[in-house]
């Protein structure tokens, strides 16, 4: 007993030693306490938080939008360029991070230490109004999917059955997931860390199935998605599978309208890059943790910088394999096209429809899209057999 209490008194930091108290026992076993907690290292801290951050509402909602728009030559450079960008700020926060003793308080902690606490507080508070903002659209993100995945009229939903979707009830779902994520942040950090390797988890496996169901699923075509108001029944978009022609159609850029926002007109650079940029911005998210680190100065650039690799490579693949694979038309037409690279959106509802490609060369496919919010996107003509009634989705 006499040993503890002589290994905890020397644990305290004095500036003069003082005969063993009571108090000075107290003192380290609260300092201990403070250490025990800081239990995430750098994989569960600062890797899989900035990891699900880059992969937002964008990977899975807007990917395609952007590469149907500007075409991959433009896409990789506007990624190359975002990447740079936020590789220049990981560098100057790991230079703060590592030249300086890191505690709680993430961005605002290690500006005040730099610069003084006027701009770590004025950093501090921007930071904390975007975070807000970051939380609002990652769950627009997630009510636009479930609405349009489970919804009445959605993509894996029969017609006439899913959840109701109208303005109140896509904001009831967006409060009860909003009040899910604030009980976890409630609960503390290791709740908030097991939830992320959960989820990261569960992104994995999906991004997994999709690139691997790139190189299997062949040439089909595919209903437009339900909040598409250029949809119409006689008309289906076309996975073509891996293609030479495809890719090379693919490449340059062709502007049109962006269906979820119609009658703003016609997309452009500025625009699309918008979106494409917030697909790389989480990077403070192991910072803003930075006081549950076992060894911040240590986790925060090597983690951070090992996340953003990670992102790099899997959006570099997805634009690659995207754009060998899927016509402009499916891309600009239906957002949720990673599900048709993995088996889903076929059409028809088992009742034997089996539809014909007429032509897959692109010689004979008009892949211009619609040049003007005035006119309809162009439609890839079939032919559809029925082995026992015809289907309405199907002609």
Known sequence: MEERDHELWESVTMSEKQPLTGDAIIQANLKRKREDQKKLGMISGVTIPCTLSLFNAFLFLRLGLVLGQVG????????????????????????????????????????????????????????????????????????????????????????????????????????????????ICIIGAKLFARTSTVIVIIVFIALGSSMFSFGFVETKLVPWPRNNPFRENSSTLLYTSWSWDTFQSNLQPNYTIDYSRVGKGIMNFQYVFAILFNGCIGVMSGVNISGNLKNPSKSIPEGTLLALVITFCTYTLLFTFSSFTCSRQLLVNNYYYLSVSDGGGVMGDGDGVVCEVRSLSYERINLHTHTSSHQHPPHLHTHCHTSSHPHPAST
């Open 72 to 183: 991959f030559l433009v896409s990789m450079g506007m990624l190359l360029i975002a990447y740079v960008t936020i590789v220049t700020t990981v560098f100057a926060i790991s230079a703060i991070a590592t030249s300086a003793n890191v505690e709680k308080g993430g961005v605002y902690y290690l500006i005040s230490r730099s610069l003084g606490p006027e701009f770590g507080g004025a950093a501090g508070a921007i930071f904390y109004v975007a975070n807000l903002f970051g939380c609002a659209s990652y769950i627009i993100g997630v009510v636009e999917v479930v609405t349009d995945s489970i919804g009445v009229g959605g993509t894996f939903m029969k017609p006439g059955q899913g959840l109701p979707v109208s303005y109140w009830y896509e904001f009831l779902y967006g409060t009860i997931f909003l009040l899910f994520c604030l009980a």
